[in-house]
């Protein structure tokens, strides 16, 4: 119900160390379901806090509807109480001497709410939320999973035109997670809430946004859907931080990478110490050779559950070097044995690659090259881990 | 995405109006300064003064300085230091000062640090019990222990009724009736329980997995107590030494009790005398002295501490507990606690209260017992005619104890609490490290030289503030001053446990600062609150130095009550009174115990 904007926001705490957020710029539309992405300590989590007021910017703007809130060239700062964003921390931060009613009920009554409208909307909440029969439980009586529908009650109850959600799903196990995923879906749904949540963890993420912005060392690395992201990392950063097994980076000079390039219908010359990035599933290997077939040999084959990681090493008979380790996914039973010779194929999609500061090179405007039929399995490109979202 | 703007050079004027603009929205900022306005003239500003006073001439002294009331003289650095009266004003109880200081916290440092290893170590008989009946002393004045050994081994040197000793028969050297040795086991007896205290929790967070570690590897038992566990208890170790050294040095009342018939003095009953003759200049150079000794040992403390910081121990989250068998020594090792006990809490205690029902000491047959002392009326002595139970002093001063105490106790708390609200919020580094260190100053300051810079103070008007000697306001601002050291620590530990999300998510559900204080703040942490009160006032009530030279008559509390009775020779009397206190301290402590489990030793830890 409310677009943020944020503009060349900063966050510096001391003079000396760099600076937590470093000029990000964003706009978060109306009804949008964005993740702020990143490892740990990348500001992602200062963001959020600087939205909901509890931090202050050090330069920038930060607006709601193009009211400004917190703006340091015009000296303005609207204090967290008077914002009226909903925010729901990661540690839950339930008040331990309140019981779950009077939990959701707190922000209620300091809106002026009366008696009857917030017993109402209390109760409205503890269905919506399947918390019924915990009404009168203090916070420490509560699971994890249960303080924080508890939590999200409390902040909904207060129907926010932006929700903010701290690290969401990190506290809770496998099972509850899909749950609670579901959950926030339907909510953003129903409710059609701005939401903005931070997480460090890529599966939450991809799973739940419309949006993504990656962040690290607290600039802004890449912002756009979570098929962009995955699909068309902007740098080597994202490429390396998105997807699990992580992408396979080699030197985009060695004869291995160059049969790649070619094998994509990339004719330049890739510039000095670029890097070559394979996408772990966008590998495919066969029994014979082929002009665009790399040879390697299988050292490895981990099963983890319905899937297997086959690692390779590519390129040691060359030059008698130690040759590159390559990670390859499949959803299929391997019929490979550790030590086979094997010949790699790579699918374009897969294939990316980067400069030697990082950033993300074209391979783009080369023909097309035909995929054949037997490796349907590299059209599509599978996400690791959706195999979780298959499960009820 | 937008382009870059210039934003990063935006004038420090813009900058500072928008942290204006911040600070308005959030109190935090203006009650960090109120408070340290607050406490540099509560307890900075006497210090400095006392300072000052060893400089400036005191009206009265004039013509011995040659220069007029309020001038700069070095006369009374000259008289304490290097007068022909030094050796004995000075030096002889500076001598005495150190010298006892030392030896009780040596004794009690050894003899604590075995019994804190028996505790929480071994598989000691009835340990659990022990741990709480060894740490009584703690909880009961000093100068408890110092008028049981004067009821027990007084001798004939002074008048007034002779020590149980004495009454059957055995005659007693002054030394041992007097002065340094019984000063010196006194304030061992009382220290010993500090060191269980500390030491005592340092062992319980020494992971013994280090120590099994250490046998793996093929050591002896001896060589891992001496290369591992001691290392690792050091810190803990020097810390207790030391925090009990810079206590010792100001102890008054325990040399004052004893002291006295044998010309013994310390720096603190010097001090004392000093001010009871009206030699200010003097005494301001006593308290300086004080201060400076207290100050620098607790600066190597601090110091010590961040060495010790470097080998903090790591993962004593999975710390296991596993007890030594103590085997042939079983009973031995109990015998030697129980008999701590026994030497610690029973005999003091009996014997103050044996005497308080007897009429002459030392005589165990029935006509010589009497409640007279309780609860008698018409009695034939001069003053207090009545038992102390039945007589109005007794009451009007127990009752200014509490009224006085306890309110300086409640602000002191919530000041507490405050502090460590604004330490752990300021947005300013500054204003929070600035409170931490003022609110513990105090604790530098030995009680008698915080009461000295006090009176030197409060006692002519300044400016706006009259003068307040002899008023209970003198009294409730210098019990707040002293008491802040335990209030301040008691808030900010409560306030670090607490953690900034449960006041945050309350700001964002739309709560203003005071709503979050009272909604919130408070009610989480009214154990805290009450903790951050009832320290305070365990040791106001049994406290001696602050009363003995801001009080007067009409301020008259338990403790100036019972030392007047001692002054008078009524013996009985003030042993009575002064069981009243240690009743009302051991009650409190037992209830902070029961509201916080460990409150006692974490309030004494942070």
Known sequence: MSNITLTNISKRYTADHPPAVDNVSMEIEDGAFMCVLGPSGCGKSTILRMIAGLEHLSDGEIAVDSKPLDNVSKGIFIPPEKRHIGLVFQSYALWPHMTVSRNIEFGLKLKGMSKEERLERVAKMIVMLKIEGLEDRYPAQLSGGQQQRVALARTLAMNPGILLLDEPLSNLDAALRLSMRAELTRLHQEFGTTIVFVTHDQWEAMTLATKIAVMSKGELQQLGTPDDIYERPANRFVAEFIGNPPINMIPANTSAAQTFLQAIGYQDTPPIGAQLGLRPEGIDLRRDASLSSVLATVTDILPTGGAWIIELNVGSNETGSEGYHLVHTTQTPPHWKQGEVVYVHVAPHAVHLFSAEGDRLSLEAQPEVMVSSSNSELASPTFVQTKLEDTP | MIAVTDSKHLSPMRRLRHKLVIAQRDPTLLIGLILLFIFAWLIAAPILNVMLEIMTVQSGDEMRTGTEAGGITTYYLERVFSSRMSSII?????????????????????????????????????????????????????????????????????????????????????????????????????????????????????????????????????????????????????????????????????????????????????????????????????????????????????????????????????????????????????????????????????????????????????????????????????????????????????????????????????????????????????????????????????????????????????????????????????????????????????????????????????????????????????????????????????????????????????????????????????????????????????????????????????
């Open chain 2, 90 to 606: 000075f030096w002889r109880p500076l001598w005495n000062t150190l010298m006892v200081a030392f030896t009780s916290m040596i004794l009690a440092m050894v003899i604590g640090a075995i019994l804190a290893w028996l505790l929480v170590r071994t598989n000691l008989m009835g340990r659990r019990w022990l741990s709480t009946a060894l740490i009584i002393p703690f909880m009961l004045p000093a100068w408890t222990f110092a008028l049981a050994w004067t009821t027990l081994f007084k001798n004939a040197t002074i008048g007034g009724q002779p020590g149980w000793a004495e009454a059957m028969g055995l005659q007693l050297p002054d030394w041992v009736s007097y002065g340094a040795f019984p000063t010196i086991v006194i304030m061992t007896l009382n220290y010993i329980p500090f060191v269980i205290l500390l030491v005592g929790n340092a062992l319980r967070r020494l992971d013994s997995q280090l120590e099994e570690a250490g046998q793996m590897l093929g050591a002896s038992k001896g060589s891992v107590a001496l290369s591992i566990v001691f290392p690792l208890m050091r810190p803990a170790i020097m810390s207790a030494a030391l925090l009990i050294f810079a206590d010792a040095i100001g102890e008054f009342s325990v040399p004052y009790v004893l002291g006295l018939p044998v010309q013994f003095e310390t720096l603190a009953t010097s001090l004392y005398r000093a001010i009871g003759t009206q030699q200010n200049g003097v005494a301001a150079v006593f308290a300086g002295v004080i201060l400076v000794v207290g100050m620098a040992t607790l600066a190597l403390d601090t110091w010590m501490m961040r060495e010790a910081r470097r080998f903090a121990i790591i993962g004593s989250k999975g710390a296991m507990e596993r007890r030594q068998s103590l085997g042939i020594l079983k009973w031995p090792a109990f015998s030697i606690a129980l008999l701590m006990f026994f030497i610690s809490v029973v005999v003091p205690m009996g014997a103050l209260a044996l005497s308080t029902v007897m009429h002459l000491p030392g005589r165990f047959n029935l006509s010589n017992f009497t409640l007279d002392y309780w609860i008698g009326t018409n009695l034939d002595t001069i003053a207090l005619r009545n038992g102390i139970l039945l007589s109005s002093e007794f009451w009007n001063a127990a009752w200014s104890s509490v009224r006085i105490v306890g309110s300086a106790s409640i602000c002191a708390g919530i000041l507490g609490l405050l502090t460590g609200y604004i330490v752990l919020r300021s947005p300013l580094r500054s204003v929070s490290i600035t409170l931490r260190q003022i609110t513990f100053f105090p604790y530098l300051v030995p009680g008698i030289a915080f009461a000295a810079a006090f009176l030197t103070l409060f006692a002519v008007p300044h400016g706006p503030i009259p003068a307040l000697y002899g008023t209970p306001i003198i009294l409730f601002l210098a019990l707040v001053a002293d008491q802040m050291p335990f209030a301040s620590r008691a808030g900010i530990s409560a306030m670090t446990q607490l953690g900034s999300d449960v006041e945050d998510s309350a700001r964002v559900a739309g709560a203003g600062w005071l709503r979050r204080m009272f909604s919130i703040i408070l009610p989480i942490q009214r154990n805290a609150l009450v903790t951050a009160v009832l320290m305070p006032f365990i040791s106001g009530i049994k406290g001696v130095s602050l009363f003995i030279i801001l009080a007067v008559p009409a301020t008259d509390v338990l403790t100036t009550f019972s030392i007047r009775l001692i002054d008078f020779n009524y013996t009985q009397a003030a042993n009575a009174v002064v069981l009243m206190i240690a009743l009302i301290a051991l009650l409190g402590t037992l209830l902070i115990n029961r509201l916080t489990g460990t409150g006692l030793a974490q309030g004494l830890e942070s």
